[in-house]
């Protein structure tokens, strides 16, 4: 297996990351995702390009996907196997196969997109994943985390240094005084009807 940077990028990479694949799919998701989507994006316009940093199999695209048929989507995955899932829903010139540490490119999207990722990324190396958010962004970034207003490790299906909360958004709104918060929202792990794994989001955009 390639060698990473951090123990957490070999955890996703690995078999770990395929097991996530069995747990993260199906119709019910699929509606989730379309109402979350639906939400996080009201306040968001002539968006025709979108990249998402840790697609996993695109569960998330293609929500976005159905929701604004038009779109021109782009992908960065590290687990092979999620890859493989992932090309049935992104066009395999458009993903990125490499872990989010490594990811460069000379393009922008209208949207960036990362949700139930930042979470999973070392904190010492969270500066430089928010500058790769903030330099891909032609205009609107979405933050969609686990949030806790100061730092916090948590145990994560046993294993430990896997999972950490913040508040991601309000360390990229300090970081770089150019963006500003448009919306944000929170969709509960028991909604009735579309639940989402108590995910707080935060749609920003970069001002003129």
């Known amino acids: 297996m390639k060698q990473y940077k951090t123990d957490q990028e070999s955890f996703w990479a690995g078999e770990f990351g395929t097991e996530y694949i069995k747990r993260n799919q199906g119709g019910a998701l699929l509606a989730s995702n379309l109402n979350f989507f639906t ?29 604004r048929p038009l779109i021109d989507i782009s992908a960065i ?6 890859v ?14 490499e872990s989010i540490l490594d990811f460069k490119s000379n393009q922008f999207w209208d949207l960036v997109l990362i949700k139930g990722v930042l979470i999973h990324i070392n904190p ?11 330099d891909s962004s032609n205009r609107y970034i ?4 686990y949030y806790n ?7 994560y ?11 991601f958004a309000g360390e990229m709104l300090k ?24 995910i707080s989001w935060f749609l920003m955009e970069k001002s003129d």
């Not at 995955?77 to 999620?82: K, L, T, V, W």
């Not at 979405?142 to 985390?145: H, M, P, Q, S």
């Not at 299906?157 to 508040?167: I, N, S, T, V």
Request: net charge negative.
């Open 142 to 145: 979405l933050v969609c985390e």
């Open 124 to 134: 010492e190396f969270l500066p430089q994943v928010y500058k790769a958010l903030y």
């Open 84 to 97: 493989n899932l992932l090309s049935e829903v992104v066009l395999r010139k458009n993903i990125f196969q």
């Open 39 to 67: 939400k996080s994006l009201q306040s968001a316009y002539e968006i025709n390009s979108a990249i998402e940093f840790g697609a996993n199999i695109g569960m998330n695209l293609k929500a976005l996907k159905l929701l």
């Open 175 to 198: 970081k770089y005084i150019d963006l500003k918060l448009i919306d944000y929202g929170f969709i509960y792990k028991n909604d009735p009807n579309f639940p989402q794994d108590d």
């Open 149 to 155: 207003p100061s730092p916090v490790e948590i145990n």
């Open 77 to 82: 995955e590290i687990n092979d196997e999620a």
């Open 157 to 167: 299906r046993g294993h430990k240094d896997r999972l950490f909360k913040r508040d």
